[in-house]
Structures are given as structure tokens and as C-alpha cells.
């Protein structure tokens, strides 16, 4: 098991599974970190070394994910609700916010809005 960030992921599994497990971390943004880190995509965690661990946590702890970031982006909702904006207005309704279809398709959008709505 190798620790990266406080977490423990098993030595089989990939280095860039393991980094898009962290919530903001996406596919562009792990391969952009495999590559400053002259990483190969196939790389299995247990094949890492020490230093290339510690780098990475080091740069994983510079960037703003998991906890910071889900909070940042409460936050920006809060805002834009008192704004009163139509975002905000939007997101208060449970709709959906970046101008898709309401006619036909808006129970997908009230389900995924649901947390907002009522949280």
C-alpha cells in the first residue's frame, strides 16, 4: 500500500486511476501531473519511488481539491442565491442553470438539484 495524500491505494493499480480518484482531479489534469513528472500512463503506484510519492503529495497539496474545493464551490452557489442573480434564482428553483431545455427534460435537472434545493 502506498500513502499519497492520506490515502492508501493498493501497488497494482494505476498511478493515473489513483490521482483521478480525488475529487477534482479530472483525466486531463492527472496525465498533466504524470507528465511533469515524466510518468509513464501505465505506471503502477508500487512502482513508484520514495521522491516521485513525495513529489506528488507536495503537489497535490498546493492544488485546491477534495474539502477546499467542494467548499468553494458551495460557496459560489451561496453567493450567487443572495445575489439574487438568475443563476442564483435558478439554482434556488431547481433548474437547470446553463440554459438547457425545460419544456421536455426538466426532471433530470430536478433530481440532480435536488441537494442544492433543499440543502
Avoid: C
Wanted: hydrophobic residues 35%; positive net charge.
Amino acid at each position: 500500500m502506498v500513502l499519497i495524500l492520506g490515502v492508501n491505494f493498493p501497488e497494482n493499480r494505476l498511478v493515473k486511476r489513483s490521482l483521478e480518484s480525488f475529487y477534482g482531479i479530472g483525466p486531463n489534469v492527472s496525465a498533466r501531473l504524470m507528465a511533469r513528472f515524466h510518468l509513464h500512463p501505465m505506471t503502477k503506484v508500487g512502482n513508484l519511488v520514495t521522491k516521485q510519492v513525495q513529489d506528488l503529495t507536495a503537489q497535490l497539496s498546493n492544488m485546491t481539491i477534495e474539502t477546499p474545493l467542494r467548499r468553494k464551490i458551495r460557496e459560489n452557489i451561496r453567493r450567487l442565491k443572495d445575489m439574487g442573480s438568475y443563476r442564483g434564482r435558478r439554482h434556488l428553483m431547481g433548474l437547470p442553470v446553463r440554459g438547457q431545455r425545460t419544456r421536455s427534460q426538466i426532471l433530470t435537472a430536478r433530481k440532480l438539484n435536488k441537494i442544492e434545493r433543499w440543502g
